[in-house]
């Protein structure tokens, strides 16, 4: 499928006026982000909440209306991750690598963020740096081409930098997720 960015402009124009639901779902989307716009200003939390509700509601409505393809469209998912649990791919780790080193500097200018916090930034972030470097000077040294996936799966090194890469970078989403899930309930039952 060789489409243009006109060309798959055009097939959407054309699904948008296809049918009534997809004229439906383009204005409940339209209407949501107008209503959501608006109360940029006004910062009313009941709509804001409203709002949160009728997506949720959609959402809820999705599923109970294609479970089944939602079941097999989840599945899918675990089975993806898992796949890249145990067979890493380097594109995606160059990709998480971009995102640490994101994470890194915004954490080096942030002013909300604890000391104690910025201290589990920066050290995640050297064993992930190190780790890195280390695949790809492994890789540079042992002439290991990162285009063919099954040269990476024969040294044993590597994919082992890989794999703990990607154990340590999901502890520290957790530990983020439930250090801010701390704060979060911790600053609504101090006040």
């Given amino acids: 499928m060789n489409l243009s960015l006109i060309d798959k402009l055009v097939v959407i124009a054309r699904y948008l006026f296809s049918s009534f639901l997809s004229?439906?779902?383009f204005v409940i989307s339209l209407l949501l982000f107008l209503?959501?716009?608006?109360?940029?200003?006004?910062?009313?939390?009941?709509?804001?909440?409203i709002s949160l509700s009728i997506y949720?509601?959609?959402?809820?409505?999705?599923?109970i209306t294609y479970t089944s393809y939602v079941?097999?469209?989840?599945?899918?998912?675990?089975?993806?991750?898992?796949h890249y649990i145990y067979f890493p791919s380097t594109i995606v780790y160059f990709f998480i690598?971009?995102?640490?080193?994101i994470?890194?500097?915004?954490?080096?200018?942030?002013?909300?963020?604890?000391?104690?916090?910025?201290?589990v930034n920066y050290a995640?972030?050297?064993?992930?740096?190190?780790?890195?470097?280390?695949?790809?000077s492994l890789a540079a040294i042992d002439n290991v081409d990162l285009i063919h996936v099954t040269k990476l799966y024969e040294n044993d090194t590597i994919l082992s930098l890989v794999q703990v890469s990607n154990f340590l970078l999901v502890i520290w989403i957790i530990f983020t997720f439930f250090y801010y899930l701390y704060h979060f309930y911790q600053k609504k039952y101090d006040h």
């Fill in 71 to 82: 079941r097999t469209s989840i599945d899918s998912f675990v089975k993806g991750i898992m």
């Fill in 23 to 25: 004229i439906e779902l």
């Fill in 56 to 63: 949720l509601g959609f959402v809820v409505g999705v599923f």
């Fill in 124 to 136: 995640f972030f050297s064993i992930l740096f190190f780790f890195f470097m280390s695949f790809l």
């Fill in 97 to 101: 690598m971009v995102f640490v080193t």
């Fill in 103 to 119: 994470m890194v500097v915004y954490t080096l200018f942030s002013k909300k963020l604890s000391f104690f916090k910025k201290v």
């Fill in 35 to 49: 209503v959501l716009f608006v109360n940029l200003k006004k910062d009313n939390r009941i709509v804001q909440i």
